[in-house]
């Protein structure tokens, strides 16, 4: 100012735009006002981040649900066979519904890379206390009366050996190496819908006549097979493309039509105690084959 001149007052800086004071750190990113947030890098894959965390608490859930629901189906045909449900009709129950059942929930799992670990852990369970059983390994009592009660054809633990422990091994395969997969909801309709009612329609419908290249089975087993497994495994493979996954090709209901009509073909062929395998694998190879032309 000019001599003689009084000075004005000072101006404070305001604090929008001031810089921090000399010799002192800037706090960025602290508390909920202005100033830059603290930039975060990518979450990796090991087990802090939060998005695995949510997923392993999503597939968590997903098993204890799929446990759940196989257990109440077991745990009811169980009831019912104490009440006098024939042997064989137990079976066959059993047989077409727990896989159904379990491929069902697979849309409640997770889309991490664990997921069909988690989930395959529900019919390596069954197959592992199936074995048990199968095997005379320990067991507790009420669950061994169980599946031999359920199970067994001839109420002999043996017998679980063959076609019931073949039926969780094929699950738990599929399960880990065609999880999410179109051919995967095609096996598995074909194997426990088709396969199934065609025991149940062989032994039960009368007047009923043998197959020409094999006796043991039936026109009538055969035709329930077609009848059930066809539009089944068509609605399923639609419904798994609907959901994104993989192997439907641009017509997945012609996949699930072939597979039900390849897996029929195979079920009539005179083998014992292996359909449990052959069927669900000419369904999924069937399926990858279709898918890949369609």
Known sequence: ??????P???RRPSAEGAGPPKGSRALVGR???GGRAKQRGPRGPGFGGTAVMADWEVDARA???AFGIVGAIFGGLYVLRLAGLPSPLTRKLLHMS???AFLATWPTFSASAWAPVFAASVPFSMTLGVAACAFHLPLPAPVDAMLVRCMSRRGHRGDLAKGPLIYGVVHTAVTLLMWRSVPAAAGVVVLCLGDGVADVAGRNIRPNRPLPWSRRKSVAGTGAFL???VPCAAAATVAAAAQGWWGGGHNPAAVGVWAAVVGAAVESLPQEDVDNATVILAAVLTSLAVGALA
């Open 227 to 229: 009848l059930l497994a």
């Open 63 to 65: 098993t204890a649900g």
């Open 8 to 10: 004005g007052p000072r």
């Open 98 to 100: 727990c896989g159904t």
């Open 1 to 6: 100012p000019p001599l003689g001149a009084h």
């Open 31 to 33: 508390g909920s006002g």
